[in-house]
C-alpha cells in the first residue's frame, strides 16, 4: 500500500489537531452566547451522554440502524447486479442508462411522499429511502468499473481461451473490484443520508425522528447531540467498508 | 507440449470494417505459406502491415474474411475450444492481471485448462523458477521491473505446454541487453520443447539473429519474401542482410519498406 493511501483514510495528528480545534472554537463561541442555536460543545456532551443512560438514543439508533442495513444490503446487492448486467450486456444499459441518468439526478427526498402512499407511514419508507439514496451511485460506479476494464487484458485472456463467462470471473470482475468498493463506500454515506431524510420526513421512528422532535421544542443541545451521532454513525460505517476494502483490493 | 503440427495458411485475406466510418480496411491482402512443426520464424513488416491481424486469425479471435488457417487441418477460429491451450502468446505489453501475484498470473492460462489446483501451483512455480523469478512468486506486477514482467508474461505462456508459441513485438519495448537476452530464451525454451515459434518484429536485423526463417510481409500483408536461414552461420548477418535485400530485389521490391 502507498503512504498516500494510508495518509487518506488514517486520522493523523494533523486531522486529530483540526478537529480538536474546532472543538474548542465551538465551546468558546457557546460560552459566548452568541446564540441559542449554538450551546458549548461540552454541554452538547452532557446531554449525549443524557441520551445515552436513558436508552432514548439506543431505542431510536436501533430502528435507525435496522432500516440502514436493511435498506443498503438491499442496495449493494441490486446495484452491484445492474452495474454487473448494465456493464456486460448492451442490452440491459440501453434500457436502463436513461432511467439511471434521470433518477440519480433527482431530488429523491421529493420521492418520500411517493414511497409513503405507497408504503404507508410506516418503517418500510425508510428502508426504501437507504435504498434509493445508496442505490444508484453503487449501481453506476460498479458499470463505470466493468467498463473501464483494460480491452488489452480482455484480449489476453481470450488468446488464452478463455470464454465470456471465464472473461467475466476473471478478468472483469476483479478489474471493477475497485471501483464496486468505491460505489459501496460513498453508497453507505448516501445511506445514511437516506436514513435520516425518510424517518425526517415521516416522524415516526428513529434519529431523524428524534431530530425532528428536539428541533421542534427547541431542546437545541440533545438536536446537536442526536445530529453528532448521525455523524457518527456514517463515519464508523464509512470506515467499515472502507476495512474490506483494503482487505479485498490488495494490489493497488 | 501437445501434438506437434504444421500451419497452413492459404488464400488468407481479411478486411475490417471500420465501426464508426463503414470504410474497409484490408489488414491482409493475400497470404500462402506453410510453417513445419518446431520451425522458428520471425515476421518482419511496416507498422500497420497486419502483423498482429495475422496472428489474431492463427489464435482463433478473428475469422477471415476469405481463405484459412489451418494447424494439423483444424481452423482456430471454428474451434475455438479445441484449441485452447495449443496456442499461447506473448504480447508486446507484458498483460498481467495486475490484482495477481507473478505466481497466480502464470496459472490463468492452466485455470482455463482446468488442471486441478496443486498442479497448477506446481508447474506455474516451475516455469517462474524457470526464468529465474524463483524468489517473486508472490510478487504483485507493479512490484517487478518491465524484465521482469516480461519473463512472468513469458513464463506464463509456456506453462501451458502449447505447440505453437508466438511474441508480438514481445521484447521491443525493453532495453537492447534485456531484450535480446529474454528473446534468447524464449527461442530456446521454444526449441527445446520441441514447440514451433512465431516471432513479430519490426526490426531485420532482430529477425535475423531470432530463427530458422523470416518472412516478410508488405502493406497491406502479403508474402514479399521467405528467407530460410539455415545454412549461415551465427557471424553472417551482412551475408544474410544482403540475401534478404537480394530476394526482395528480385521481387522488385523496394528494400527500404523495411525501415
Ligand atoms: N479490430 C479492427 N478493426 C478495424 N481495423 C483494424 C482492427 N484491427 C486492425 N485493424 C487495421 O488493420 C490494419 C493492420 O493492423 P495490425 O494491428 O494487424 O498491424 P501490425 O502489422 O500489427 O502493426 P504494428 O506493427 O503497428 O503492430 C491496420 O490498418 C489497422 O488499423
Ligand atoms: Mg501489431
Not at chain 1, 480545534?21 to 468558546?28: C, Q
Not at chain 1, 435504498?131 to 485472456?157: W, Y
Not at chain 1, 465470456?164 to 463506500?185: C, D, K, N, Q, W
Not at chain 2, 512472468?152 to 509456456?158: G, L, P, T
Request: hydrophobic share 50%.
Amino acid at each position: 500500500m502507498t503512504p498516500a493511501a494510508k495518509r487518506d483514510s488514517d486520522l493523523g495528528p494533523t486531522g486529530l489537531a483540526a478537529i480538536l480545534g474546532l472543538l474548542a472554537v465551538w465551546e468558546i463561541l457557546g460560552r459566548l452566547d452568541v446564540s441559542l442555536f449554538l450551546p458549548p460543545v461540552s454541554e452538547v456532551f452532557v446531554a449525549w451522554w443524557g441520551l445515552i443512560r436513558d436508552g432514548t438514543l439506543f431505542q431510536a439508533g436501533a430502528s435507525s440502524l435496522a432500516a440502514l442495513v436493511k435498506g443498503y444490503l438491499l442496495a449493494a446487492v441490486l446495484g452491484v447486479g445492474v452495474g454487473l448486467a448494465m456493464g456486460r450486456f448492451a442490452v440491459v444499459r440501453y434500457l436502463l442508462d436513461g432511467w439511471i441518468n434521470a433518477l440519480m439526478s433527482a431530488p429523491l427526498s421529493a420521492l418520500v411522499p411517493v414511497l409513503i402512499a405507497l408504503f404507508g407511514i410506516r418503517d418500510t419508507v425508510v428502508v426504501a429511502t437507504v435504498f434509493l439514496f445508496a442505490f444508484f451511485v453503487i449501481a453506476v460506479n460498479t458499470l463505470t468499473g466493468v467498463r473501464g476494464t483494460e480491452r488489452s487484458l480482455v484480449e489476453m485472456g481470450r488468446a488464452f481461451g478463455a470464454g465470456e463467462a471465464t472473461l467475466f470471473r476473471r478478468i472483469y470482475l476483479p478489474s471493477a473490484l475497485p471501483a464496486v468498493m468505491l460505489g459501496l463506500r460513498l453508497g453507505v454515506v448516501q445511506a445514511v443520508k437516506g436514513m435520516v431524510v425518510g424517518e425526517m420526513l415521516i416522524s415516526l421512528v428513529g434519529l431523524g425522528e428524534r431530530i425532528i422532535s428536539y428541533g421542534n421544542t427547541f431542546l437545541v443541545t440533545e438536536l446537536y447531540a442526536v445530529i453528532l451521532s448521525v455523524l457518527l454513525v456514517a463515519i464508523i460505517c464509512s470506515q467499515l467498508v472502507q476495512a474490506c476494502e483494503r482487505a479485498l483490493v490488495r494490489w493497488k | 507440449m501437445s501434438a506437434p503440427a504444421p500451419i497452413e495458411v492459404a488464400g488468407l485475406r481479411k478486411v475490417y470494417r471500420q465501426t464508426t466510418t463503414g470504410e474497409a480496411v484490408t489488414a491482409i491482402q493475400q497470404l500462402d505459406f506453410r510453417i513445419e512443426p518446431g520451425e522458428v520464424v520471425a515476421i518482419v513488416g511496416q507498422t500497420g502491415c497486419g502483423k498482429s491481424t495475422f496472428f489474431d486469425i492463427l489464435i482463433g479471435l478473428e475469422a477471415p474474411t476469405a481463405g484459412s488457417i489451418e494447424i494439423g487441418g483444424r481452423t482456430p477460429y471454428g474451434d475455438f475450444d479445441g484449441f485452447r491451450g495449443r496456442i499461447a502468446t506473448v504480447f508486446q505489453q507484458d498483460r498481467l492481471l495486475p490484482w495477481r501475484s507473478a505466481l497466480d498470473n502464470v496459472r490463468l492460462g492452466l485455470e482455463m485448462l482446468g488442471l486441478p489446483e496443486a498442479q497448477q501451483v506446481e508447474r506455474s512455480r516451475e516455469w517462474l523458477a524457470r526464468l529465474g523469478l524463483g524468489d517473486f512468486l508472490q510478487a504483485y506486477p507493479h512490484e517487478l521491473s518491465g524484465g521482469m514482467r516480461q519473463r512472468v508474461a513469458i513464463a506464463r505462456a509456456f506453462a501451458v505446454q502449447p505447440g505453437i508459441l508466438l511474441a508480438d513485438e514481445a521484447f521491443g519495448h525493453l532495453d537492447e541487453v534485456t531484450a535480446s537476452q529474454l528473446r534468447d530464451e524464449f527461442v530456446g525454451l521454444a526449441r527445446a520443447n520441441g514447440a514451433t515459434a512465431v516471432l513479430i518484429t519490426h526490426q531485420l536485423e532482430e529477425a535475423i539473429g531470432i530463427g530458422n526463417r523470416i518472412l516478410v510481409f508488405g502493406k497491406p500483408a502479403t508474402l514479399l519474401a521467405d528467407v530460410r536461414l539455415d545454412g549461415y552461420g551465427a557471424d553472417d548477418t551482412a551475408l544474410l542482410r544482403e540475401a534478404i535485400q537480394a530476394t526482395l530485389q528480385t521481387n522488385r521490391i523496394d528494400p527500404r519498406l523495411l525501415q
